[in-house]
């Protein structure tokens, strides 16, 4: 069985210029994350979906930042326009319905804005 | 301190040594989970302990959990080079489905 993956690795992007990653979660699996590690920090929370459903987005540092699942497959997190400060590794996780499941993390992406 | 932080935040062992890593959280939780993440790869899930049991195994690995300090431990027996990685600990409040990590415990093992 396929795990969680995430798409690309690896972004080098200018300052303001716009990136999405993609991440698509185990088959089946109807909870998806995102989470991100900056600089060397703890990783943190940014949203979590239910299907394609937002159902946490508390994390999300600002309006630069749209997650998006449609059909409730896989998602994209889109930053626009990226800033400096947006530098890190942003893992996608996945797993199954109910709060006590293990969630699977995918590679991450790792994104460089220069 | 912050949810999720584990001590020492960084540990150099040889070879055949065992490594302790220590873990403490703030809230009540249903589960408490322990990843790996080697340079520049994605996070590796290594055991579960949920939060009516005291310790778990799995191969060389024993996990720890005391609720009553809000604390887990995780020890690597008889290390090994390749076991070089970063190790987190992570956690969700009781009824949220959101982890929350420490800053990790970089682990180097000396062949």
């Known amino acids: 069985e396929a795990g969680v993956t995430q798409f690309p690795s690896h972004s080098v992007i200018e300052k303001g210029q716009t990136v999405t990653l993609r991440c698509d979660p185990i088959s089946g699996h109807d909870n998806l994350y995102w989470y991100r590690r900056v600089m060397g920090k703890e990783i943190k929370f940014l949203l979590h979906?239910?299907?394609?459903?937002?159902?946490?987005e508390s994390g999300m540092p600002n309006n630069r930042f749209l997650a998006e699942r449609t059909g409730g497959t896989y998602s994209t997190l889109k930053v626009q326009p990226a800033e400096l400060e947006d530098s890190g590794v942003y893992f996608c996780a996945s797993s199954q319905a109910g709060s006590k499941n293990i969630q699977y993390f995918g590679a991450g992406t790792r994104l460089s804005v220069l | 301190s912050q949810q999720g932080e584990e001590d020492p935040q960084a540990l150099s062992i040889q070879e055949g040594e065992n490594a302790t890593m220590n873990c403490s959280y703030k809230?009540?939780?249903?589960?408490l989970q322990w990843y790996r993440q080697n340079s520049g790869r994605g996070l590796v899930h290594l055991i579960l302990i949920r939060s009516n049991e005291r310790e778990k195994h799995s191969g060389r690995l024993r996990v720890t959990l005391d609720t009553s300090k809000k604390s887990s431990s995780l020890l690597i027996t008889a290390s090994r080079a390749a076991d070089t990685a970063s190790y987190f600990c992570a956690t969700a409040s009781t009824g949220t489905y959101k982890y929350i990590f420490g800053t990790g415990t970089r682990l180097k093992v000396l062949a």
């Open positions: 809230t009540s939780i249903n589960n």
């Open positions: 979906f239910v299907k394609e459903s937002k159902q946490d």
